[in-house]
């Protein structure tokens, strides 16, 4: 495995939605904030940006999805 992907690897939560899910709370219990986006810096046209919205749209409702689940879940 080269440099470059061994350093990038902290920084990439997941091949998948649920990887990064669990990823990023496993780094919040160590304290340590983080973030899931979809990146879509390379977009050249309009369907690929409305793509690109529905998929960060997706991570939102999961991630409200998941809060409450585990909000609820500590509550009883």
């Known amino acids: 495995m080269s440099?470059?992907?061994r350093f990038a690897r902290q920084w990439i939560a997941g091949e998948t939605l649920d990887d990064?899910?669990?990823t990023a709370k496993k780094?919040?219990?160590r304290g340590i904030?983080?973030?899931i986006n979809f990146l879509g810096e390379?977009?050249?046209d309009k369907d690929e940006a409305e793509k690109n919205?529905?998929?960060n749209l997706e991570i939102l409702k999961s991630l409200e999805l998941y809060n409450s689940f585990f909000s609820s879940y500590r509550s009883n």
Do not use: Q
């Open 3 to 5: 440099f470059f992907i």
């Open 20 to 22: 990064a899910i669990i």
């Open 27 to 29: 780094a919040n219990n």
């Open 33 to 35: 904030g983080a973030i």
């Open 42 to 44: 390379h977009v050249k």
């Open 53 to 55: 919205k529905i998929e």
